[in-house]
C-alpha cells in the first residue's frame, strides 16, 4: 500500500494508474494518468515530479502546519493559518522587486474550498520547512509554485504545483484530475 518499494524514504517511478499511501493520517489515494517520479513519500509530505529532471514539474500534497525558521535563537514555528503563510512568504523577499505573492481565485479540492496564492522568485529562496520531515522546500529562479490550501479533519492540507513560471498554467489544468480523483481512506 505503499508508493514505493521499501516504504517511505525511496524514490521510484509510477506509472499511470491508482495509487495508494498509508501517510496522510488515515491514508490517502489518487489516480495518475501518466507516469512520475515519486522523491517523497513522508507522513506529511508526498512530492511528485515529472518531465525534464533539470526542470521538473512537481505536485505535492502537504498535510499539517507548515514550519517557519527564526534565527536567533534557531526555532521552528509551526503555521496552519494561510493569511499568515503568505505574509511570512512575502517577507522572506522584502527587496525583491518583484512580486512574491499573489492571491488568486479561490478553487475546491474534492468537496473543500481551497484558497489559492502563488509564489515567485528571481532569487532562489528557501520558503518553509514541512510539518513533520526534516526537509525543507525551496523555489529556485524563474519557478512559480501555487498552493491550494483547505482544511482536512480540521488540520491545513496543501497542495503545492510548481513549474517553470512560463508553464504553470498548464501545469495546473495536467493535474486538475489528479487532484479531482484523490480520496482519504481509513488506513486499511
Same mark, same amino acid.
Given at each position: 500500500?505503499?508508493?514505493?518499494?521499501?516504504?517511505?524514504?525511496?524514490?521510484?517511478?509510477?506509472?499511470?494508474?491508482?495509487?495508494?499511501?498509508?501517510?496522510?493520517?488515515?491514508?490517502?489515494?489518487?489516480?495518475?494518468?501518466?507516469?512520475?517520479?515519486?522523491?517523497?513519500?513522508?507522513?506529511?509530505?508526498?512530492?511528485?515530479?515529472?518531465?525534464?529532471?533539470?526542470?521538473?514539474?512537481?505536485?505535492?500534497?502537504?498535510?499539517?502546519?507548515? !514550519? $517557519?525558521?527564526? *534565527? &536567533?535563537?534557531?526555532?521552528?514555528?509551526?503555521?496552519?493559518?494561510?493569511?499568515?503563510?503568505? @505574509?511570512? #512568504?512575502?517577507?522572506?523577499?522584502?527587496?525583491?522587486?518583484?512580486?512574491?505573492?499573489?492571491?488568486?481565485?479561490?478553487?475546491?479540492?474534492?468537496?473543500?474550498?481551497?484558497?489559492?496564492?502563488?509564489?515567485?522568485?528571481?532569487?532562489?529562496?528557501?520558503?518553509?520547512?514541512?510539518?513533520?520531515?526534516?526537509?525543507?522546500?525551496?523555489?529556485?529562479?524563474?519557478?512559480?509554485? !501555487? $498552493?491550494?490550501? *483547505? &482544511?482536512?479533519?480540521?488540520?491545513?492540507?496543501?497542495?503545492?504545483?510548481?513549474?517553470?513560471? @512560463?508553464? #504553470?498554467?498548464?501545469?495546473?489544468?495536467?493535474?486538475?484530475?489528479?487532484?479531482?480523483?484523490?480520496?482519504?481512506?481509513?488506513?486499511?
Amino acid at each position: 500500500s505503499e508508493l514505493c518499494p521499501g516504504g517511505t524514504g525511496h524514490t521510484c517511478r509510477l506509472s499511470a494508474g491508482e495509487h495508494s499511501s498509508l501517510g496522510f493520517g488515515d491514508g490517502i489515494s489518487f489516480t495518475l494518468d501518466g507516469d512520475w517520479i515519486v522523491r517523497a513519500n513522508e507522513t506529511d509530505v508526498i512530492s511528485l515530479e515529472s518531465g525534464v529532471e533539470s526542470n521538473p514539474s512537481v505536485l505535492e500534497l502537504i498535510t499539517g502546519a507548515l !514550519r $517557519f525558521e527564526s *534565527s &536567533t535563537p534557531k526555532t521552528f514555528h509551526p503555521v496552519t493559518d494561510p493569511t499568515e503563510v503568505q @505574509r511570512r #512568504l512575502q517577507a522572506l523577499v522584502m527587496n525583491d522587486t518583484h512580486p512574491i505573492v499573489s492571491v488568486r481565485p479561490g478553487t475546491t479540492i474534492g468537496d473543500a474550498a481551497a484558497l489559492v496564492f502563488d509564489v515567485t522568485t528571481e532569487h532562489s529562496l528557501p520558503l518553509f520547512w514541512y510539518p513533520v520531515t526534516e526537509h525543507q522546500s525551496s523555489l529556485v529562479s524563474g519557478r512559480t509554485a !501555487r $498552493f491550494l490550501w *483547505s &482544511t482536512r479533519d480540521g488540520a491545513p492540507f496543501i497542495v503545492a504545483i510548481e513549474s517553470d513560471t @512560463r508553464q #504553470l498554467d498548464t501545469l495546473v489544468e495536467q493535474v486538475r484530475p489528479i487532484l479531482d480523483s484523490l480520496e482519504f481512506g481509513d488506513g486499511d
